[in-house]
């Protein structure tokens, strides 16, 4: 994951009162693969429009919604109370955050109070809900630390956050909290804006959303299941790489002793469009019925023919487009260099908790899946060099264009870069081939010590925890990345930074091939990989743990990005900070060389399966000669 937060997105958010920490999963075997030691040295139909309606949870797994009506205000004023006409408007002075309508609340420079308000119904059968909104602030209050003018998000009677003049910005920032607490209740969603005698401030609201997802009730067995999937994709791109048209298939079988009648495509980077405007597009579904979109147009639903009982595979297929934003972002375009990270549609995971459908955070990972075979073909202009996941082969196309095939076996997503990069390539000790793709105003300098940083870490990382599988190893290097770092099999995004390549280098084990829930569980993915950049960077952690202060008894390592997202202030310090150093009091418990073999055992124990906290603090007690429950408790380590 990021080595460096999103700074901008913290910043902004306001301190809110927690409402419920979400569940950890239980700890349950890896169904997607065996776990081997590690070797040594869209009948076709159109995708559907977004569902507005809650349902009610059925016995074996809750039916992702969103239940907020008319959330971005396009369908005139219903079902929305507002205290006078025209909060609901089109008019100029402000802008919207998508499509052409907003509320705008306040604003007028006199003693003033403005309410929005719609009634919805939670599901009682979904585990998680989670409401979010884009807010902009404008205000002509010069002040920087009175709260003259202030803005009160509630649900029912509990408030959510408010915001004021001091939070005045230049455009949205989205508001995301966890309001799994109100699940089987009847709730008025409500925003309450009130001014004080003079100088206005506005408070403009935008695309409101409450999406649920997860099963209360879980299936009859705890197994992981789509299993086994095996993607094949072939795309063409347009002149610039920042279109890309095709076909996909996923073929997978049903581990579960419980019938698949229906799987989700989760379309994660719908998160940076609109559902009005979406840059994953899916049609022409076969080997299943396209549903409905739900959780802000991330997750599809495709109903299959016939229940898929245990042991049985299909395949369903559907044509895609991705349409790259701008931006250098994981999912972007910085000029003319492309990073399509989360662009393909894969499979989201039922277990025990039943299916995983939690909203995209873009202040962290919502990613959940199960090990996977890629094989994909990108058609380009051959003037673009495109470093992908796997190993690339590169063959002529049609004239002025060159077909990239890249072929990755068990890994849990697929992502590419396409632009005219400069590149340069080398090989670790331990013969990991190794490529740097830099962009526009990277020294040649800079490109060859990340490229010796590469070398560096990936051996440092796989004589700790097992040999690197996934054959080459693709770096693509930019300064404009505001996130620092990102992580994907065999393909990783960087700032010329050595701490953070080195980060996201160890990624390829403590997410990649020990695969987690990063949304219910971050701090395995993060805290284990940043832990494993100290090692490798020759860090010790001393005293690391004695600067840990906790801003409240809700606040523990292990809490989800539902939490996290709500005091996104707090992320970075906590999961990456106190979780190496909770890690690195464990192994001064345990002893230098048990938590390193503990570590590495665990890793081959759980080679391209899935990690939970219950099943690592169970590794760690079996080598332990004392109770570690005091330990777990002290650090804030829960499941």
Known sequence: MRATPHKAFAATMGAVAA???????????????PAPTPAPARDSTSQTAPAHAGTAHQAAACTPAQV???????????????????????????????????????????????TLSQSVSVPAGCSTATLSFWLHVDTAERTTSVKYDTLTAKIGSTTLATYSNLDKNTGYVQKSFDVSAFAGQTVTVSFTGSEDSSLQTGFVVDDVALDTSGGTVPPTDSTRTPAAPAYTVNLSSDA????????ETASFTNASATPLS??????????HGTCQAMPITVGNVTGGTAGALSVACTALKIDLPAPLAQGQSTTIGFDLTITVPSGADRFGHDGAFSNIGNALPVLAVRDGAGWHLDPYTNNGESFYSLASDFNVTLDHPSGLLVPATGTSVDTPGTSGRTVTTATASRVRDFAWGSGPFSKISGTSAAGTPINVYSVSGISASDAQSMLSTAKTAVDAHAARFGAYPYGELDAVIDNNYWFGGMEYPGFVLDLVSTTALTHEIGHQWFYGI??????????????????ATDLALGKTGTNCWNSVSWASSAEKITNSMAYWDAHSSRYSTVVYGYGKCALHDLRRQLGDGVMAKLLKDYAASHWYGV????????AAQAVSPTDLTSFWTGHRIEG
């Open 262 to 271: 229906e799987v989700y495509l989760r379309l994660w980077d719908n998160y």
């Open 240 to 247: 610039n790489g920042f279109v890309w048209t095709g076909h």
């Open 611 to 618: 990690s939970t906290t219950a099943e690592f603090k169970a």
């Open 68 to 114: 907020v009506a008319n959330g971005g205000f396009e369908s005139g004023t219903s079902p929305w109370s507002q205290s006078q006409t025209g909060l609901i408007t089109n008019r100029t002075g402000q802008s919207t955050h998508s499509g052409g309508w907003f509320a705008w609340l306040n604003g007028v420079g006199t003693t003033h109070t403005d």
């Open 514 to 531: 020990v695969g987690d829930d990063e949304y219910a569980s971050p701090w395995l993915d993060e805290a284990f990989t940043d832990y």
């Open 19 to 33: 409402l419920a920490a979400a569940a950890l999963l239980p700890a349950v075997p890896a169904a997607a693969a």
